[in-house]
């Protein structure tokens, strides 16, 4: 997938595409079926797939007090565009210089101008350019003008909850740790990333060695707790190869929490202990940690014992869970 930061880093002549615009946080289930649609709209008429989306939730500059914690990082969501089947993303940097952008200028110069759209698909929600006064009726008013169509996706709906799949409701499911609500709004794992870092070493004292995620990981972390899943180690940032390195998925039991037996641990932090390996070296590399199942709540324990006594407990019913 090809990524632009900028409309002015487009090639001349890169059209016709058709759009697919959003924030896409998290590209659950029903950013996918805007960009399936997109997909079969391309195929017909020999375009691109292009996502126009942002860098940041609008409202961490527009209104910080009320922006919810996002739920992917921007890595974490070229890859998933990617995964989509999207061929080229825009990824526009929100600065007040694009707040301030009028709705028609947004439409001529990065739709019209930089991408060559003959489609746009959208939310029946999307808004955009200054003051929020774009939407679905204002783009069908200047498709004619620009020679362009707009193609408004229905909202996809949980059967059994009868509610709308939104970015919102998989932040309140994560927020209760229920994982396996956010692997069927999301249609995959929900998962965080980010470099390991050196911790306290409790776990290998304790014989569970774990991979302890840096404070600036990508991802919504969920409730605290014990998760079974899968640390996907992508290697060393930078790590040079003469062939390129292929990520490796482990069974992994995933902690997330303050540590409350030892209370020695000030911000909530992200560790996984891969199953039955007890020196494998992942020091600096960059992981990715999928969310299967919740095991149980966080918990004090009355000395090592009991927490030794539990934790060989949570790694019987992780295996459960993964296999």
């Known amino acids: 997938m090809i990524v632009f930061r900028d409309p002015s880093e487009v090639p001349a002549g890169f059209g016709p595409s058709v759009v697919a615009i959003g924030k896409f946080d998290g590209v659950h289930s029903g950013h996918r079926a805007v960009i399936d649609r997109a997909r079969v709209d391309a195929a017909a008429s020999g375009a691109r ?14 209104r910080p007090e009320i922006c919810p914690d996002s739920l992917v990082g921007v890595d974490q969501k070229l890859r998933l565009l990617a995964d989509a089947g999207v061929d080229a993303t825009l990824m526009l ?3 007040r210089a694009l707040a301030d952008l009028g709705a028609r200028e947004f439409v001529e110069h990065v739709l019209v101008g930089a991408l060559g759209v003959r489609i746009v698909m959208v939310g029946s929600d ?32 949980a059967i059994d909850a009868g509610r709308r799949v939104s970015s919102t409701w998989v932040r309140e499911v994560l927020e ?12 995959r794992h929900h998962a965080v990333r980010g470099e390991v870092v050196h911790g306290l070493q409790r776990g290998r004292e304790l ?19 014990v998760y079974a899943g899968w640390l996907v180690d992508e290697g060393a940032p930078g790590e040079a190869a003469s062939e390129p390195r292929s990520s490796v998925r482990y069974p992994a039991a995933i902690s997330v929490g ?9 911000v909530r932090q992200v560790e996984a202990y ?50």
């Open 274 to 323: 891969v199953l039955d390996e007890t020196d494998l070296d992942l020091y600096h590399h960059v992981v990715e940690i999928e969310f299967v199942a919740r095991i149980r709540g966080m918990v004090a324990f009355d000395g090592i014992d009991p927490l030794i006594a539990q934790m060989t407990d949570d790694i019987v019913r992780v295996r459960g869970e993964l296999s």
């Open 258 to 266: 303050t540590n409350p037996t030892f209370d020695d641990v000030e």
């Open 176 to 187: 209760q740790g229920d994982v396996a609500a956010a692997t069927r709004l999301l249609g």
């Open 207 to 225: 014989g569970f060695p774990t991979a302890n995620l840096g404070a600036d990981l990508e991802g919504f972390v969920p409730a605290e707790g």
């Open 126 to 157: 999307f808004r955009f350019g200054r003051g929020g006064a774009g939407n679905p009726d204002l783009l069908r008013e200047l498709g004619p003008e620009f020679g362009f169509e707009v193609d408004v996706v229905d909202d996809v709906r």
């Open 49 to 62: 797939v292009v996502a126009v989306t942002f860098d940041r939730n609008p409202l961490a500059l527009l």
């Open 93 to 95: 940097t929100f600065d």
